[in-house]
């Protein structure tokens, strides 16, 4: 398996690349929460319903977690956490959740690690995507003879 990218071309005129050529990951299927129990339950002695069960009570909980102001730790995954959006006070006794909180969201932090080898200053590694290949998708009908401009 492997991550598919798409071709797409920097357009706006004020960015500092402009006119360069990233790579950017497309996504081409979901997959939920019935699936991953399907899948699941292919690889240990659990029935599809029960893990499927576990798995919806584990979103209760992690919702009741994160509504309680707790940041969730799930090892090899990532740590959870309710983050805020809100405009601004002139004066702390200015600010009022009402006026100022504008919404609440979920902040992830994949769990990151240093692979054997890599030490203090290099890049850790996600644990969600270590080893993980990129392809080009194969329908990304991008010219690449495309003449370079003077």
Known sequence: MAVNYRLTKENRE???YFGKWYARAVMT?????RQIAELIQTNV???ESDVYAVLIEFVN???SELMASHAV???RLGTFRAGLSTSPAETAAAFS???NVKGVHVNFQPEMRYLSGQGKGKR???MLLSGVKVKELPENKVDKTEP???
């Open 29 to 33: 299927n979901k997959t939920n929460l």
């Open 148 to 150: 370079e401009k003077p």
């Open 61 to 63: 909980v992690l919702k």
């Open 97 to 99: 959740a009402s006026t």
């Open 45 to 47: 002695s659990v029935k």
């Open 14 to 16: 004020d960015a500092k």
């Open 73 to 75: 730790v799930i090892e």
């Open 124 to 126: 850790a590694t996600c």
